[in-house]
């Protein structure tokens, strides 16, 4: 999951020099950007974006992870995965540099 938050991100990341995100470039040469398989992970998906993915620039604070899993009914274990994907979703954001490599092509990446 945490893996599929950092490649939206980076889809989302408008690279240094230019006006468009990676994702709006991918559209406009009619591309469709990579993304991990999510399938049977929906729900968790959706949570984190229902939870607004980030508080500004900063993840999620636990306060509101916490609050947020009580009132969607998530485990610990899933409010956990949502403080991360939220902090993965930033340091994707983060990639800017025009040659950086997308997250899901990284050498030794792995969803922790």
Do not use: C
């Not at 607004?52 to 409010?79: D, H, I, K, P, Y």
Request: a negative charge; zero cysteines.
């Amino acid at each position: 999951m945490k893996l599929a938050a950092r490649q939206l991100g980076y889809w989302h990341a408008v690279p240094t020099g230019q006006k468009l995100t990676r994702g709006q470039e991918a559209a406009s040469d009619d591309v469709q950007p990579d993304m991990p398989d999510l399938e049977g992970l929906d729900r968790l998906w959706l949570a984190w974006h229902d939870a607004g993915m980030t508080s500004g620039q900063e993840a999620l604070r636990w306060s509101e992870v916490v609050a947020f899993g009580q009132v969607a009914g998530l485990s610990a274990q899933e409010q956990i995965t949502l403080r991360g994907m939220s902090q993965a979703y930033l340091d994707g954001l983060a990639l800017t540099n025009p040659l950086s490599i997308e997250p899901m092509e990284m050498r030794g990446e792995r969803d922790l």
